[in-house]
């Protein structure tokens, strides 16, 4: 029986307006979709939410954890600025030149509805306290997140 590999799991609590998570992937594109997927995971109910709608997004950052902070701070802004929130997240991580990188995702999901979706807690920011990503030696790929809710 194969094993599936974890994509994130939620931290002990860091403070009381915070929640921690990690994210894992076997390579940087599935680092950022776990990733998000995490994220609003925490906002709602992924099994709720339907691929009705689909937004694409370019980014670019000088360092993959600044893009990747970059990605997670977008995926709270599309909730705030245009009411959506995604359970399917599809990301084209690359380093383009020596230190820049740039992702291009394709985000399905739909427009928030109370009466439909089971809403979590909202997301005000993605902090840079003890963010950080990493990869392990013949392993996947992580990031630790710290949201402020």
């Known amino acids: 029986m194969k094993v599936k590999s974890r994509k994130y799991k939620f931290l002990p609590d860091i403070a009381t307006a915070d929640i921690a998570y990690e994210a894992f992937g076997k390579n940087y594109n599935e680092l950022f979709e776990n990733a998000g ?4 995971s925490v906002m709602v109910n992924l099994e709720t939410v339907k691929s009705s709608r689909v937004k694409k997004i370019k980014l670019q950052a000088d360092s993959l954890e600044n893009l990747l902070f970059t990605f997670l701070q977008e995926l709270v802004f599309l909730k705030d600025a ?3 929130l995604f359970n399917r997240i599809k990301c084209d991580v690359r380093e383009v030149n020596s230190g820049q990188w740039t ?3 394709e985000l399905s999901g739909e427009e928030i509805n109370p009466q439909k979706h089971k ?3 909202d997301v005000k920011a993605v902090t840079k306290h003890l963010f950080k990503v ?7 790929f ?3 997140v710290i949201l402020d809710v």
């Not at 997927?37 to 609003?40: G, I, N, P, R, V």
């Not at 990493?134 to 996947?140: D, Y």
């Open 82 to 84: 245009e009411q959506l």
């Open 103 to 105: 992702a291009n995702s």
């Open 142 to 144: 992580h990031c630790q």
């Open 134 to 140: 990493e990869k392990f030696p013949k392993r996947a």
């Open 119 to 121: 809403l979590g807690v």
């Open 37 to 40: 997927l995490a994220l609003e």
